[in-house]
């Protein structure tokens, strides 16, 4: 079950960022601690935990079904909505996976350029993956409008962002797929 976890979060991985032969085999090299039970999910750079050096750390919660929430990143387009979604526990697995792998990636770890540690790199990764993998999940998931800016004392209050400007990332996020 778990080699089947992680082949898959590795196959998306790889296709996203364009990754060779080579570069898979670094990416599989990286050393996963799995925990069972609720928590943050982690990429650690340094040796700590008994491993000699950068690892992954995956939390799933108990139970067959738990709470999947992303990060809010205004350039991902979507988001869970506040209570989450609800998803298989395996899935829950593999969607934390292709997170810390492309925090793995960014930092280098296949041998590719170090770039900006951002989750909104690893968020738009775990929603294209939910995307492809379970399109029942990804449609619960809410557009993200940006959050109106504070009226100036004195001017009239500035009309709402539309909510087009929020389906528009979401359509432009979706045909670059
Ligand atoms: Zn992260």
Known sequence: MKRQIVR????????????SAEQRRALEAVPIRWRRRRGASRFYLRAVHGFAGPHILISVGRGSVVRWHTYRRVRAGLVTPPEGVPVAAA?????ALVHELTHAVQH?????PRRRYSEVETTANEIEFVRRVAPEVHVRLVPIEKRRAKPREGTRESRPVSRWAGLSVWLRALLRA
Do not use: N, P, S
């Open 108 to 112: 280098g770890m296949c041998g590719t």
């Open 91 to 95: 899935l829950h697995a593999r969607i």
């Open 8 to 19: 898959e979060a590795i196959d998306f991985v790889c296709e996203q960022e364009a990754l």
